[in-house]
């Protein structure tokens, strides 16, 4: 069986995700409503919580089997939850996909603000991949 997941963090690097999945992924833009992202204290990734009046842009990879979401839920570990959520695409398709939420019982971690993907790249990529690269096997 095939599955589609959202991804709104540090997955939205397709090297990342090709890491974790161990295969070569490819993501599109999509967008989340009723959701936010914030910095996790401490850590260069983010958590998502369910927020109306918010949205979420991040990347749908479609596709995926059951071997790379038991990898997926490796690597996200306790922190988060994996929920079905109705994303959006550019063209207004919308289309359900699995995502990961930041489990209410660590939401004291969370920082205020947005979490910024383009700070993610510049500053805390390189970092994550060395601290994190093999997690989901």
Known sequence: MTLHCFT???LMCEEIMSMV????????PALLHGHQRHPVRGEDYPG??????HEVRGLLYRMLDEAAFARLD???GLEYERVRRE???P???RIVAWTYLFRPAFHHRLQPGEWDFDAFLRQGRQRFI????????
């Open 21 to 28: 999945c161990d295969r070569p992924c490819h993501g599109e």
């Open 91 to 93: 063209d207004d398709t």
């Open 8 to 10: 709104y963090g540090s």
């Open 48 to 53: 998502m919580v369910e927020r109306q009046g």
């Open 87 to 89: 994303v959006c695409l």
């Open 130 to 137: 060395a601290r994190y690269a093999g997690c989901g096997q």
């Open 74 to 76: 490796a690597f996200e």
